[in-house]
Structures are given as structure tokens and as C-alpha cells.
Nanobody, 123 residues
Framework: VQLQASGGGLVQAGGSLRLSCAASGPTISSYKMGWFRQAPGKEREFVAAISASNNNIKYHDSVKGRFTISRDNAKNTVYLQMDSLKPEDTAVYYC?????????????????WGQGTLVTVSS
């Protein structure tokens, strides 16, 4: 599976962005999908994940109520709607795909990674 993340950019605090992750190759319907982010000088951290069956979703506590993950298997695309953005959300955001068995929140739980898209939130 090849993943291409897009939709990043510069936004003011309180604003919104929608990230997309388009997959090519096998359909993503067989994979759990996740979003991670990495700020300068920090480790990659979990943001959100959605199960292959679409009935289980997890969020990092810091984004609950502000971010929404969704998937459109027909379009082979996963989305991350980000609202009420804060300067601390500034990071490179990565999408990832992994086995459908366990909805992992650690990077090692994912097999395939996109190249990342930069989100910058100004105060």
C-alpha cells in the first residue's frame, strides 16, 4: 500500500484543516488506518486511528473533541478533520496503515506510512 498525505498548511489558532490520505495499490478496507504527528525535536506521537470495520475509533486525549478521523473505502482515502487548532498541534502529520486485528496507538503497530504533511498553527 502506498499512502499520500495532503492538506497541511498554515492556519491561525482556532482554525480548521482537513487532512487526506489517499492510498494506491490494495484497498484500505482491509487495514486499520491511523494518523500520527511529529513536532521538531519530539518523538512521533499517536493522534487518531480507525478500525478496518469502521466501528472502533481512538483519539489521543489532546485532540478529543477537536479532531475527527473518518474513512471512505470506496475512495481509498482516510481523512482527519482538525478543528479548534492550537499552536501545539504544529507538526508533520503522517498517515499509516496496519493489520486489522488490533487498533494500535503505537507506530510499531503499522506497516505502511505516508510521507507526511506539515501543519503549522500560528498564535
Amino acid at each position: 500500500v502506498q499512502l499520500q498525505a495532503s492538506g497541511g498548511g498554515l492556519v491561525q489558532a482556532g482554525g480548521s484543516l482537513r487532512l487526506s490520505c489517499a492510498a494506491s495499490g490494495p484497498t484500505i478496507s482491509s487495514y486499520k488506518m491511523g494518523w500520527f504527528r511529529q513536532a521538531p525535536g519530539k518523538e512521533r506521537e499517536f493522534v487518531a486511528a480507525i478500525s478496518a470495520s469502521n466501528n472502533n475509533i481512538k483519539y489521543h486525549d489532546s485532540v478529543k473533541g477537536r479532531f475527527t478521523i473518518s474513512r471512505d473505502n470506496a475512495k481509498n482515502t482516510v481523512y482527519l478533520q482538525m478543528d479548534s487548532l492550537k499552536p501545539e498541534d504544529t507538526a508533520v502529520y503522517y498517515c499509516a496503515a496496519g493489520d486489522p486485528i488490533f487498533l494500535a496507538t503505537q507506530p510499531r503497530g503499522y506497516w505502511y506510512w505516508g510521507q507526511g504533511t506539515l501543519v503549522t498553527v500560528s498564535s
